[in-house]
Nanobody, 123 residues
Framework: VQLQASGGGLVQAGGSLRLSCATSGFAFDDWAVGWFRQAPGKEREGVSC?????????YYADSVKGRFTISTDNAKKTVYLQMDRLTPEDTAVYFC????????????????WGQGTLVTVSS
């Protein structure tokens, strides 16, 4: 199982970024993929996730609901996180993760992680 996150960078408040998580080595249609972030000095936080197996589930943390959108490209086995109206509070290293267990992607303990991509939002 491999996950490769990319797309981070420096953006001004109010701007947008799209993160990509390229995956391989697992059944993309069946597994859950989640986005997490960790800001300096803070605990890791679940941001969003998606799983289409049995029952399509998506999840957004309250802090990003209405601003972030998760989507997939099945042909490319890639999960995207479109981030709009970014604020300095969104500054963090963003990680993607995958797992096959559970139905609700927001409650899964993810076993497979990619490296992070840094998002910096300036005020």
């Amino acid at each position: 199982v491999q996950l490769q996150a990319s797309g981070g960078g420096l953006v001004q408040a109010g701007g947008s970024l799209r993160l990509s998580c390229a995956t391989s080595g697992f059944a993309f249609d069946d597994w859950a993929v989640g986005w997490f972030r960790q800001a300096p000095g803070k605990e890791r936080e679940g941001v969003s996730c998606i799983r289409r197996y049995l029952r399509h589930t998506t999840y957004y943390a309250d802090s990003v609901k209405g601003r972030f959108t998760i989507s997939t490209d099945n042909a490319k086995k890639t999960v995207y996180l479109q981030m709009d109206r970014l604020t300095p509070e969104d500054t963090a290293v963003y990680f993607c993760a995958a797992d096959s267990h559970g139905i609700d992607c927001s409650t899964i303990e993810y076993d497979y992680w990619g490296q992070g991509t840094l998002v910096t939002v300036s005020s």
